[in-house]
């Protein structure tokens, strides 16, 4: 119903910037997508979300880092990274939200893309 790809992984220095984006294939309307990231050894965590509206909200690690934006015409979303961590190494997962009960509600998410921070 919605495949997502994702793009801009890498590896890159502490302090270094990166940005990854993710491509919506869809004939649905997409209300929220944000990302996600999982290190080694840990659960998948929230990044950013960001609704139809572009309100954007952050997890607190990546607040004042991290820009997450939207073009809804293009449905694409984009993540922004900045001043990047060791601690930001991890699978980075791009995710699209659809609300509702209709069949095709629900989360999806693209394959994933490995972000490694040097230090």
């Known amino acids: 119903q919605v495949q997502l790809v994702e793009f801009g992984g890498g590896l890159v220095q502490a302090g270094g910037s990166l940005r990854l984006s993710c491509a919506a294939e869809t004939i649905f309307s997409i209300d929220a997508m944000g990302w996600y990231r999982q290190a080694p050894g840990k659960q998948r965590e929230l990044v950013a979300v960001?609704?139809?509206?572009?309100?954007?909200n952050y997890a607190e690690s990546v607040k004042g880092r991290f820009t997450c934006s939207r073009d809804n015409a293009k449905k694409m979303v984009y993540l922004q990274m900045n001043s990047l961590k060791p601690e930001d190494t991890a699978l980075y997962y791009c995710?699209?939200?659809?609300?509702?009960?209709?069949?095709?509600?629900?989360?999806?998410w693209g394959q994933g893309t490995q972000v490694t921070v040097s230090s």
């Open positions: 995710n699209a939200k659809l609300y509702g009960s209709n069949w095709y509600s629900g989360d999806y």
């Open positions: 960001i609704s139809s509206g572009s309100t954007a």
